[in-house]
């Protein structure tokens, strides 16, 4: 038998060189309005990109990459 399920979604991110685990906060939002979300908590989600969505350990990942602090 072929059991289907959905997938939960996972955002990453790197504060001080260790790796962030957020939660989705809602279902309905998308990855961007996420982003929007959780930048009043982290405030360096302001200048985010968002990469992904990539399917890894049974989630989906969504990596939020800061631009601060990059060149070009």
Request: proline share 7%; aromatic share 10%; hydrophobic share 35%.
């Amino acid at each position: 038998m072929l059991l289907t399920s959905i997938l939960p979604r996972v955002f990453l991110h790197k504060e001080n060189g260790q790796e962030v685990r957020l939660t989705d906060p809602n279902k309905k939002f998308s990855p961007e309005a996420v982003l929007n979300f959780y930048s009043g908590t982290y405030p360096i989600l302001t200048t985010a990109k968002i990469n992904g969505p990539e399917i890894k350990k049974d989630e989906i990942q969504y990596c939020f990459v800061s631009t601060i602090g990059t060149k070009g």
